[in-house]
């Protein structure tokens, strides 16, 4: 996973830590009062070229990367990030806060790849949103005197694996100890209360459903009384997936909130979408204030932007990432695991 981000990185790192070393030489040239000028120098087809690492092995020195040096590969840096899906907002905000920490300042030129891939940590670490989990959620609230089951609402467009999101959801808290009922509330979908039906089959689970082309707010009101009335500790409720632009069709989700008041509200969508989920979210957020996010299909995901890109501008959590078909294939989301794998 993100493979593609980790190499570029340290390439890029190479390139101005090689360009720092450049400059160190038309610094030695002012201080004998030379005018200082550019010189590209073409290296011969037959010469072999050292590396980055070769080149400074064995020497102690420093280099200061200027603000013009920076500025050289700044575009090449934005490019690579936005190539790996990252929204050009985001992009823009890692290259000024890359730029106050490594620009101006001196280093020794064999930590200079290492001060930029640190500082990129640092960086990309605030941008993403600290997330809570679930299952501490649901333990506090149903151990107050109440007793109110805990009620989560799903959301997203059509296609994005939001149901068996919910069962792989459903198995991970079964196995922290909590009772789940689950609400059939896709209620339009073709063969969709089918599908929820097994999955409450496979996992032991209680599924509330009526016939299609019912109420699917009434239905979610159902599961939440029937969880009540049975002492089971949370609800899952599915809803059928709606594109964001249907402003008339995600109302019928509102009402469902609205009616339920869940205590959670998560998106789900693909972790490969790219940019477009930026939209997506925006508009369910609008309609319902979602909580928190859920990125599919993140074990097919070669770039991993998606993340930076939903943290930074929707302000929400990622709460879970599905990296595969099978119940236990779906991870808690961890900042500083999710960094590592990008490489850094």
């Not at 107050?144 to 059509?158: H, R, S, T, W």
């Not at 089918?194 to 699917?216: C, F, N, R, S, W």
Request: aromatic share 6%; hydrophobic share 40%; glycine share 6%.
């Amino acid at each position: 996973m993100f493979k593609f981000f980790k190499e570029k990185i340290k390439n890029w790192a190479e390139k101005i830590s090689k360009h720092g070393e450049k400059e160190t030489e038309e610094e030695k040239s002012e201080k004998a009062k030379e005018p200082r000028r550019i010189i590209i120098k073409e290296t011969p087809k037959d010469e072999k070229r050292e590396s980055f690492l070769e080149k400074i092995k064995g020497k102690i020195s420093k280099i200061k990367i200027s603000e013009k040096e920076f500025e050289v590969y700044s575009e090449e840096l934005e490019m690579l990030l936005i190539e790996n899906n990252v929204a050009l907002e985001v992009a823009q905000k890692i290259i000024n806060e890359l730029k106050e920490k490594i620009a101006g300042k001196e280093f020794l030129r064999k930590e200079v790849e290492n001060e930029i891939r640190e500082n990129l940590k640092e960086i990309i670490e605030n941008i993403l949103v600290e997330p809570f989990k679930i299952v501490d959620k649901i333990k506090e609230k149903i151990s107050d005197q109440a007793k109110e089951p805990y009620v989560i609402l799903f959301c997203g467009i059509n296609g994005s694996g939001k149901t068996t999101t919910i069962a792989k959801i459903a198995d991970h808290l079964k196995r922290n100890g909590i009772t789940c009922v689950l609400a059939a509330s896709d209620t339009f979908r073709a063969a969709s209360i089918e599908q929820i039906k097994k999955h409450g089959e496979k996992l032991g689970m209680k599924v509330i459903a009526q016939d299609y082309g019912a109420d699917p707010a009434a239905v979610a009101f159902d599961a939440v009384k029937y969880a009540k009335k049975n002492f089971i500790n949370c609800v899952l409720i599915d809803t059928a997936g709606r594109m964001h632009t249907a402003k008339n069709l995600i109302r019928e989700i509102e009402k469902i909130s609205k009616v339920c008041k869940p205590d959670l509200k998560i998106f789900v969508g693909e972790s490969i979408t790219g940019n477009d989920i930026i939209e997506q979210v925006k508009s369910f957020d609008w309609a319902l204030n979602i909580d928190g996010i859920v990125l599919t299909k993140a074990d097919i995901d070669e770039k991993g932007g998606t993340a930076l890109s939903v943290g930074y501008i929707l302000k929400k959590p990622i709460l879970y990432l599905g990296t595969g078909q099978e119940y236990n294939k779906i991870e808690v989301f961890d900042k500083k695991k999710f960094i590592e794998k990008l490489g850094l």
